[in-house]
């Protein structure tokens, strides 16, 4: 089953970069995932021998917010997500195909790619077959199919993680998250609704480079985007420690960008990275932007609300980390993120320099032979 | 001899929607229109707080993300009788804007292009030649013979890898393909800078509600504080990023956009297929002032019947006359009845399945056969969206409108009537982005105006206490999204939510058959079209497509069956 396939290496060579520039992705690519520079080997030696990984993502009851989501992310650029790093064989969303030409590519991928594919799943699963079906079958047995032969499965938001909107209260069709169905596969919960793009291309690009599933909390989340609360790293909190509170929307303390949490902000029970990375390409995050987090990355948040009311008391002040650990963690990210930027740059405009000069590559390069920089 | 053509799930669209069409000679006699999944919202929403309904209905829908969050926001105030303050209004009309361009956008490249462009076909092109049509059709600067020749490498690269992911199955070479090699590299181009704009543009979404999708909002205005001299306020510097976001839309809607719709569009002008019902309603939005004043609205409230444009009528969504939706077709019950038409204040949501058990091939469509309801004004089938609105400005006589339309269909030298098809709907929809993105660009300005004029104030908290509340009120929020009206109806009683229903753009549009047997707008645009291949239906979708489908939109009930074929079956 040796196929005319490219490697990542080759395939970004084939684009017109240097192996300089390839070394500098993987860089930014050691970066993203959250790894110290000592690891950028394995990232290098991953990224050059890998074919695109075929992935199969399921929609089950989904509104496709986790699907734009994922398309959104800046770095990586969905566009080489989609044609450097995997390949997305079958999406609803995006595919090309319909009806039976689009179930043909979903099996084509299980038949002869069986361990090497990725399943991600957006959307949770009712409890009973007839309540979801696909292609004339029950969705949970396509689910359970397309699981079997999969390498790793990514649960994408907080439907397919814990249930989500559909099992809210009174969770009239019986909702499920995909791991009360899916029992002898790992699967990488990636909660969130949706859940940040760079957090789910992250988790794609740390499976891809280690061909490992990156390591877990004990609910099955990455490590490296749900260690902390967002509480713990929220640009408000020196004034949650200073007992200084909106208690308004558009007062003077929502002016001076005091703690929300007398309005009901949830970031002190909620696990995600928004303070850290935010979003769409790091652009702010609900609290930045003076909205109470509504925890929604959290199992069952949907039914501890009321939203704007606050919380009786704080959970869990404490982290599993100490506080020096903690300290290195945002310095760490700072530098990474200044990392990634300026490798960015450099790529870009070396390619904006000669997008027209390389044409052929030497497919026949397996990554030993080395393109040496110019 | 009949045969029937079934194309389930359509994708590139949200949700799940499954299409049966009766052909007879090649040509389709009759189409089916189901929604063959179902979500609880209006359910889970019942007793919860009116203030927090935004967050639970905007999960309806991920793609039109915000649309149904300021619905929910404005039928609470409509209830509770909340004016917000003039800059809460421009920033959500800039958010909805934002979500309405990037819609659009998207729409087009991503979810409809492969339906008019032949991806495999741009390998055949001269990249020069590809260079000289997009120098003569625009002045985007991405234009050179060395980037297409890239893009083309790209494509190739894809090709060769084996591994075709996203274009993999495509109806590649289907001889309604029309586009010469050099205009398909073109879209191909264009297809890759789309998906790296439309992440650009949310940004506007993400500076005021925090993330995209699924901004953040708050009955009473924006919790978002203006404050240009607070470093945790919405500052010059925001600002600056907001006004950058939308010069940049600007471009890419009048740069590339239209112009790729035009070049595009002129290659299909004798295919006029998918015209449908003629009657069209809009609820109208963009308002220069409130959201009350309709006399205000850029984007003009009205109702068409019959294609008649010299009669623009009124349309009040609390006339319990006037909205209501039918159930005769639809899997649900009515006061234990199986057929009739409620206004959505007095809405219900029994869901009563009678579809055929297990795994079916084709449904029975001379019974019920959706999740979706049959929503009709006065008990007419409606078609609702971009070309609708188009319709109604031009036959509204706004101005812009008019000099939009005319001046399009004249480069194009097509009659007016043209509008009426698949590649109407398409091009009405980029003309509207155009106009958008101008208003968009206003709005801007006046907010900037009305900050120098010294008004920050972005919130209104008279009523934010429950306590302030009547014990009973009722309210109705509209907006333009962008696949069309979308109205949500709330009773509060008691500081909760007593009963909500949201009747949004695909009910609409994806309707099946009413109380009087009227076939939905679907179904009326599918009709009189022949099918080159049924094996590979392509027109069905380029049609399907058109309108843009958000099935988890219009079925946003209890999940009780997503029977899904997921095959083209002909029977």
Redesign the interface.
């Known amino acids: 089953m040796e196929?005319?396939?490219?490697t990542i290496y080759q395939?970004v060579l084939?684009?017109?970069f240097s192996r300089r520039d390839f070394l500098k992705m993987c860089a930014v690519l050691t970066a993203s995932i959250g790894l110290d520079y000592s690891q950028n080997s394995e990232v290098v030696k991953a990224m050059e021998v890998s074919?695109?990984v075929?992935v199969i993502w399921l929609q089950l009851?989904?509104?496709?917010?986790?699907?734009?989501?994922f398309?959104?992310?800046?770095h990586p650029?969905?566009?080489s997500v989609?044609?450097n790093m995997?390949?997305?064989?079958y999406?609803?969303?995006?595919?090309?195909?319909?009806?039976?030409?689009?179930?043909?590519?979903r099996k084509?991928v299980i038949e002869n790619y069986p361990g090497e594919y990725i399943l991600a799943v957006e959307g949770s699963i009712?409890m009973h077959d007839?309540?979801?079906?696909?292609?004339?079958?029950s969705?949970k047995q396509t689910l359970l199919e397309t699981a079997k032969h999969a390498k790793a499965i990514l649960a994408y938001g907080s439907c397919s993680s814990w249930g989500?909107?559909?099992a809210?209260?009174?969770?009239?069709?019986g909702?499920k998250p995909i791991t009360d169905i899916i029992k002898d596969k790992p699967i990488v919960r990636v909660p969130g609704?949706?859940p940040i793009?760079e957090v789910m291309t992250g988790v794609i690009a740390h499976l891809i480079t280690f061909g490992t599933v990156p390591e877990l909390d004990h609910h099955g989340r990455p490590k490296a985007f749900y260690r902390h609360r967002i509480h713990d790293k929220c640009n408000?909190r020196a004034f949650f420690d200073s007992g200084l509170f909106v208690e308004?929307?558009?007062d003077e303390g929502?002016?001076?960008?005091y703690c929300l949490y007398k309005v009901g902000c949830k970031g002190p029970t909620t696990y995600n990275s928004?303070a850290e990375m935010r979003?769409?390409?790091g652009?702010?995050?609900?609290?930045?932007?003076?909205?109470?987090c509504?925890g929604?990355s959290e199992s069952n948040f949907?039914d501890n609300?009321?939203?704007?009311t606050r919380m009786a008391k704080i959970p869990g002040t404490q982290t599993t980390i100490n506080p020096e650990v903690v300290g290195a963690g945002v310095i760490g990210a700072t530098v990474a993120g200044i990392a990634v930027h300026a490798a960015v740059t450099a790529v870009m405009n070396k390619k904006s320099d000669k997008?027209?000069k390389k044409?052929k590559v030497d497919t026949s390069d397996k990554g030993e032979s080395r393109e040496e920089d110019k | 001899m009949a045969e029937r053509i079934?194309?389930?799930?359509?994708?590139?669209?949200?949700?799940?929607l499954r299409i049966e069409a009766e052909m007879h000679n090649g040509v389709i006699q009759d189409a089916f229109s189901s929604g063959?999944?179902i979500?609880?919202?209006e359910?889970?929403v019942q007793n919860?707080?009116p203030?927090?309904v935004w967050?639970?209905v905007q999960?309806?829908?991920?793609?039109c993300?915000s649309t149904h969050a300021l619905a929910a926001i404005r039928s609470v105030e409509d209830a509770l009788d909340i004016k917000v303050p003039r800059n809460a209004h421009l920033i959500r009309d800039l958010m909805n804007a934002a979500v309405m361009l990037h819609d659009h956008v998207v729409h087009f490249y991503?979810l409809h292009a492969?339906d008019w462009v032949d991806?495999l076909n741009a390998l055949q092109a001269d990249p020069k030649q590809t260079s000289t049509i997009a120098q003569s059709i625009s002045n985007w600067p991405k234009s050179s013979p060395?980037?297409f020749?890239?893009v083309q490498?790209?494509v190739k690269?894809?090709v060769?890898?084996?591994?075709?992911?996203?274009?993999?199955?495509?109806?590649?070479g289907h001889k309604e393909y029309k586009l010469p090699p050099e205009v398909n590299l073109l879209a191909v181009a264009h297809y890759?800078e789309a998906?790296?704009w439309?992440?650009e543009i949310?940004?506007v979404q993400?500076?005021?509600?925090?993330?995209?999708?699924?901004?953040?909002y708050?009955v009473?205005?924006?919790?978002?504080?203006l404050?240009i001299n607070?470093?945790?306020?919405i500052h010059a510097e925001r600002l600056s990023?907001v006004s950058q976001l939308i010069d940049e839309a600007m471009v890419f809607v009048n740069e590339v956009y239209i112009p790729d719709v035009m070049a595009i569009g002129s290659f299909y002008k004798d295919w006029t297929y998918g015209g449908g019902l003629n009657n069209y309603l809009s609820y109208g939005d963009f308002s220069t002032g409130d959201i009350r004043d309709v006399n205000l609205y850029r984007m003009p409230r009205g109702v068409i019947l019959n294609g008649d444009l010299s009669n623009v009528m009124d349309v009040n969504p609390k006339d319990p006359d006037q909205v209501k939706e039918f159930i005769d077709h639809s899997w649900y019950t009515y006061d234990g009845q199986a057929s009739g038409g409620k206004h959505p204040w007095e809405g219900e949501t029994n869901?009563n399945y009678t579809g055929p058990?297990?795994?079916?091939?084709t449904l029975n469509t001379a019974d019920k056969y959706s999740w979706i309801k049959s929503p009709r004004w006065k008990e007419q089938s409606m078609e609702t969206g971009p070309l609708a609105r188009m319709i109604i400005g031009y036959a509204a006589k706004k101005p812009e409108y008019i000099e939009s339309v005319d001046s399009a269909l004249s480069k194009l030298g097509l009659p007016f009537a043209a509008l009426q098809s698949a590649l109407g709907r398409t091009l009405a929809r980029a003309l509207e982005a155009g106009l958008v993105s101008k208003w968009m660009r206003d709005d801007m300005d006046s907010l900037i105006q009305n900050i120098r004029n010294g008004d920050?104030?972005?919130?209104n908290?008279s009523k934010?206490d429950p306590s302030t509340w009547p014990a009973q009120s009722k309210g109705v929020g509209w907006i333009e999204a962008p696949r069309g009206a979308l109205g949500h109806w709330i009773r509060i009683e008691d500081g909760k939510t007593k009963n909500y229903q949201a009747v949004v753009p695909t009910t609409w549009n994806a309707s099946p058959r009413d109380h009087k047997n009227q076939i939905g707008a679907y179904e009326a645009a599918l009709k009189g079209t022949p099918i080159a291949d049924p094996e590979?239906p392509l027109e069905i979708?380029r049609i399907v497509h058109s309108f843009d489908p958000c099935l988890?939109c219009a079925v946003h009930l209890?999940?009780?069956?997503?029977?899904?074929?997921?095959?083209?079956?002909i029977g």
């Open positions: 196929k005319d396939m490219q395939s084939s684009r017109g074919k695109r075929p009851q989904d509104c496709t917010g986790c699907s734009e989501s398309i959104r992310s800046s650029k969905i566009e989609l044609f995997i390949s997305l064989e999406t609803e969303a995006l595919s090309a195909a319909s009806g039976h030409q689009i179930e043909e590519a084509h009712p007839e309540y979801l079906m696909i292609g004339g079958v969705a989500g909107i559909p809210a209260y009174p969770n009239p069709t909702a609704c949706p793009a408000r308004s929307f558009d929502a002016k001076q960008g928004c979003w769409n390409g652009v702010s995050y609900p609290i930045q932007s003076g909205n109470p509504i929604c949907w609300g009321p939203f704007y997008s027209n044409d | 079934v194309i389930d799930p359509v994708t590139r669209i949200e949700g799940h063959t999944a979500r609880g919202l359910l889970i919860r707080d203030r927090d967050a639970y999960r309806i829908c991920g793609v993300t991503h492969f991806v060395g980037y020749k890239e490498q790209k690269n894809i060769d890898s084996g591994q075709l992911g996203i274009f993999a199955n495509g109806y590649w890759l998906l790296d439309q992440k949310v940004k993400t500076i005021f509600g925090g993330k995209n999708p699924h901004p953040h708050v009473g205005g924006m919790a978002t504080p404050d607070s470093d945790n306020g990023h869901l058990k297990g795994s079916y091939s920050q104030v972005t919130f908290n934010w590979n979708l988890a209890t999940d009780l069956h997503n029977d899904q074929m997921t095959e083209i079956r």
